[in-house]
């Protein structure tokens, strides 16, 4: 499924709602786009720019709970590994691995000889 980018609705506030454009006979497209609306207004008929008429498509929530990967990442973040005293080195084209967060260690692992 391929989203457009979000549409700007009236009193844009959260959540996002998906919508499908649909045909003159009422079937999906396959187009989609993206609208933030209150969850109070009923929803969208007509699509906000071009007319076309549109029906909601029901999505699974993306909720950013505690074990989710909205928070992980922002935990396990360079800047946040090497405040904690964790050094990561990552692995380049070359085969060569870059400090990339901490203190400790070398700046550079040169690839090994096979």
């Known amino acids: ?22 045909d ?4 999906g497209t396959g187009r989609y786009f993206e609208c ?3 969850m109070s207004d009923d929803a969208l008929t007509k699509h906000p720019e071009t007319g076309e008429p549109v029906q ?6 993306n909720i950013a709970g505690e074990m989710s990967d909205l928070k992980a ?3 396990l973040s360079n800047e946040r590994l090497g405040k904690l005293g964790f050094t990561k080195f990552e692995r380049q084209k ?6 990339v967060a901490g203190r400790w260690g070398p700046n550079r692992i040169p690839k090994a000889d096979e």
């Open 1 to 22: 499924m391929s989203v457009a980018s979000p549409v700007a609705c009236e009193e844009c506030i959260m959540p996002t709602y998906v919508y499908e454009i649909l």
């Open 73 to 75: 990442k922002s935990k």
């Open 94 to 99: 070359d085969g060569s691995y870059d400090r």
């Open 36 to 38: 933030v609306q209150p």
């Open 56 to 61: 909601r498509v029901p999505v699974a929530p």
């Open 24 to 27: 003159r006979s009422g079937r």
